[in-house]
């Protein structure tokens, strides 16, 4: 089955500063890619997905990036503020089985003021 | 925002009594899901739910958990004779779509204490 592996687990920037984050998996059969965000104590909450038939996308402060090739795909947050302090997932999954997501072990990412 | 609801929030049991895990999804909303979370490991999958039977599940999904919807709103996760290791977060999350598009809304979790 899928493998997930993201790196780093923990992560702590200065408020303004690029945060990123990467994630590899294992089937190359995998073509739906999403992030999500949990602050304490709350549910994940998407926060930007990629498909397999773009290699980049953008909004606002957050892009995802992809490389099909490598299986690694990426987070990628600017002028990072105190209120992206969360934990953030990576996963992935299947054609077919776009809901059997499978999660990366997530990061904890410290923007410090 | 609609969201989907998770009852109970925290629930302490013994080991070997069952569990019975609710969640409203929202309300348009037709394919329905269990994950659960260890804590400090990873989210993992356990089942999809669509037109009143299971599409997929996982290895995790054994003989001792079942899943429901016994009416219009409600979905719930039964775990027949729970184990010490059952002890997670059960998140519940629900979809408008079974295919490569929609969004996944998730709940805000069941904490499981298995004693």
């Known amino acids: 089955g899928e493998n997930v592996e993201q790196h780093p687990s923990t992560l702590s920037v200065q408020e303004g500063d690029s945060a990123v984050i990467k994630c590899t998996y294992s089937d190359s059969a995998s073509n739906y890619f999403p992030w999500y965000k949990q602050e304490l104590g709350k549910r994940p909450q998407l926060i930007i997905d990629?498909?397999?038939?773009?290699g980049e996308k953008k909004d606002q402060r957050i892009a995802v990036t992809l490389n099909k090739t490598a299986k690694h795909f990426s987070l990628h947050i600017t002028e990072t503020q105190p209120e992206d302090s969360a934990v953030y997932f990576c996963a992935a999954s299947r054609a077919g089985s776009a809901r059997q997501l499978t999660f990366g072990s997530g990061t904890q990412l410290t923007v410090l003021p | 925002e609609p969201e989907v609801t998770q009852t109970p929030s925290h629930q302490v049991t013994q080991m070997g009594q069952e569990v019975i895990l609710r969640c409203v999804p929202i309300?348009?909303?037709?394919?329905f899901y269990w994950y659960r979370q260890i804590l400090g490991q990873k989210v993992e999958f356990l089942v999809s739910?669509?037109?009143?039977?299971?599409?997929?599940k996982s290895e995790i999904f054994d003989d001792q958990f079942s899943v429901e919807r016994p009416d219009g709103s409600n979905f719930t996760l039964k775990i027949r004779s729970t184990k010490l290791e059952d002890s997670a977060m059960y998140f519940c999350?629900?979809?408008?779509?079974?295919?490569?598009?929609?969004?996944?809304?998730f709940g805000e979790g069941s904490r499981l204490t298995v004693l």
């Open positions: 739910f669509y037109n009143n039977e299971i599409s997929e």
């Open positions: 999350a629900s979809s408008d779509s079974g295919v490569d598009t929609g969004e996944l809304f």
């Open positions: 309300s348009n909303h037709l394919y």
């Open positions: 990629i498909r397999s038939n773009v």
